[in-house]
C-alpha cells in the first residue's frame, strides 16, 4: 500500500466526497450513494474523507457542537454504506490553514487520487471554508477531475441537515430526528450499578453510563425507546435527567425494560429513542412518582402496540 494515502497501489482514478458526515444523515447519505453509483460506473472506487473530530473542535472550540454520531458509531454506519474506502483524517491545526487548493492537490489528488469529485449542495472547505462548488470547478478543469454536486434532500420543506439536526435532539423532538437521519437518533453505553430505587419503587431500572466523546444528548425527558442487547431488541422506558423526587441525587440515565428483570449489569446497550412523552416531574411523595410511572408504562404499551410491536 502507498503510506501516503493507505489505498492499494493500483487503485486510480477514485470518485471521492469529503466532509465532517456528522449523523450520516438522508442528505449525507444521498451522496454516497452517488458517489457508490459513479464508481460503479467508471469502474473504479468510492471513497469517502472524513475527519475524526468536528473541525469546529480546532477552529472554533468555543462553539464546537455536540456529536451526533461519535467516531465509532460513524464507523459503523458506513461501513453498511457500499462505499470502498472510508479515510479518516485527524483534523490538526495543521489540516485547517489549508487553502482550497492546498487542500486539493495534497489531499484529494496525491493522496487519494481523485478523478471525479461529489460534493453536496452547501459544501465548503478549506482554510475558512473558502472553497465552493466555482473554485473547485475551476481547479478541476486545470486539474483534471470531474466535479459534481449532489441537491439538498429536504423533509417539511427544508434542506436536511446536521445543525438542524442537533436542534431537534437539543428540543427532544426525536421523531422528527428519526425522519431526517432516516434511522432513530441513539447513544451506546454500560450498565453502571445505580441506587437501586427503581428495584425499590417496583420498576427496575438498568443505569446507563453518558457516552463520551462528545456526544449530544436529546433534551432531559421521559422517552419511549428501543433497547438492543445481548441478542435481543426490547421495548422500554428512558428517564434521561435530573430526579427531582429525591433530594440530592445526581441526574441519570435510567431504562426500564418491558417485561424483563434480568441481571444486565456490565453489559452495553443501545438505545434507540422514538417518542419523547414527557418532561421529568417533581412528586411529593414516592407513591406519587410510582403513580405516575404506571401511567408511563400504560403509554409506552400503547405507543408500541400502535406501532406492531
Known sequence: ??????????????????????????????????????????????????????????VRPEVAPGLLTTPDEKKEILSQSGLDYVAFLPFTKALSEYGPEEFVDLVLRKRFRVAELVIGYDHGFGRGREGDIYLLRRLGQVQGFEVDVVPAVESGGAPVSST??????????????????????????????????????GFPTANIAAPGVGKLLPRQGIYAVRASLRTEIRSGLLHLGPRP???????????????????????????????????????????????????DRDMAREYFAAAGE
Open 1 to 58: 500500500m502507498d503510506r501516503e494515502s493507505g489505498l492499494p497501489p493500483d487503485v486510480g482514478g477514485t470518485v471521492v466526497t469529503v466532509g465532517s458526515f456528522d449523523g450520516v444523515h438522508r442528505g449525507h447519505m444521498a451522496v454516497l450513494k452517488e458517489i457508490t453509483r459513479r464508481a460503479a460506473k467508471r469502474r473504479s472506487h468510492s471513497v469517502l474523507v472524513t475527519f475524526d473530530r468536528h473541525p469546529l473542535t480546532v
Open 164 to 201: 438542524r439536526i442537533r436542534a431537534s435532539v437539543g428540543k427532544g423532538e426525536v421523531e422528527r430526528v428519526e425522519r431526517d437521519l432516516g434511522r432513530p437518533y441513539s447513544f451506546r453505553g454500560p450498565v453502571v450499578t445505580g441506587m437501586g430505587r427503581g428495584r425499590d419503587l
Open 245 to 295: 423526587t429525591f433530594a440530592g441525587s445526581p441526574p441519570s440515565i435510567e431504562l426500564y425494560i418491558l417485561d424483563f428483570d434480568e441481571d444486565i449489569y456490565g453489559e452495553r446497550v443501545r438505545i434507540d429513542f422514538l417518542k419523547r412523552l414527557r418532561d421529568v416531574l417533581p412528586f411529593a411523595t414516592a407513591s406519587e412518582l410510582v403513580e405516575q410511572m404506571k401511567r
